[in-house]
């Protein structure tokens, strides 16, 4: 998943749209595809008056299934410019797992972001349909060394409401990495950790904390 910010709230209406293939199909700093290589597809709209909406769609395998499913994101939202450097957003994204519907979940979303970073705080009241409260808050950032090479990292936190007394509630996941672009393809290689004692995602390998992701992605 591209990794890239850009200051949302576009002068003019327009559409974009990628497809790529990763290692792996990483989701908050934990494989959702049974760490083998995946396949997605994004296409957004961002209109003039600052509302945008996008989906996505990637390859998955969950809890051990032999078969991939698609997973589809789609989101909504709206983004205004607080100055020339920084804009805020409110939103919200609806995740469909095909064949395991009971797993569908909204989240809603606020945050900031401006040419190089952004800061987000997502919301799930029923996080992966098992009825538990879920609060994110996540911040990206990127530092161009030269016109095709940046520098990429990410760190993500997550309090989940707790499905038993004791267990534990809080999650972290942070990336780091390196991108670059070639025309119209970009290449990502990522170094991704999660601290996820507590399970907190339906994940097919438990003690899999640490891991390398190599994505590429072609943008229309």
Not at 174 to 203: E, H, I, K, M, T
Request: hydrophobic share 45%.
């Amino acid at each position: 998943m591209a990794c890239g910010l850009l200051l949302t709230g576009a002068a003019h209406a327009q559409w974009s749209a990628q497809v790529g293939a990763a290692s792996d199909y990483v989701y908050r700093g934990v494989s959702f595809n049974d760490s083998r290589p995946a396949i997605m597809a994004a296409v957004n709209y961002d209109g003039a008056a600052g509302w945008y909406l996008g989906g996505q769609i990637a390859q998955t395998r969950l809890f051990g299934e032999r078969h991939a499913e698609p997973l589809w994101i789609v989101d909504a939202g709206y983004a205004h410019a607080l100055t020339s450097r920084l804009s805020w957003e409110v939103g919200a994204t609806y995740s469909i797992f095909t064949d395991f519907t009971f797993w569908n979940y909204a989240e809603m979303f606020v945050g900031v972001s401006a040419e190089n970073w952004n800061l987000r705080l997502y919301h799930a009241p029923n996080y992966f349909g098992r009825d538990r409260r879920s609060t994110y808050v996540e911040f990206n950032s990127t530092h161009a060394l030269d016109e095709r090479w940046r520098v990429l990292a990410h760190v993500g936190a997550q309090q989940l409401e707790p499905a038993r007394v004791g267990d534990r509630s809080h999650t972290l996941d942070a990336s780091l990495g390196l991108g670059a672009r070639f025309g119209r393809v970009d290449v990502q290689l990522l170094w991704v950790a999660v601290d996820r004692a507590n399970y907190a995602y339906p994940s097919t390998s438990p003690e899999d904390r640490q891991r390398w992701v190599l994505s590429t992605a072609y943008a229309f």
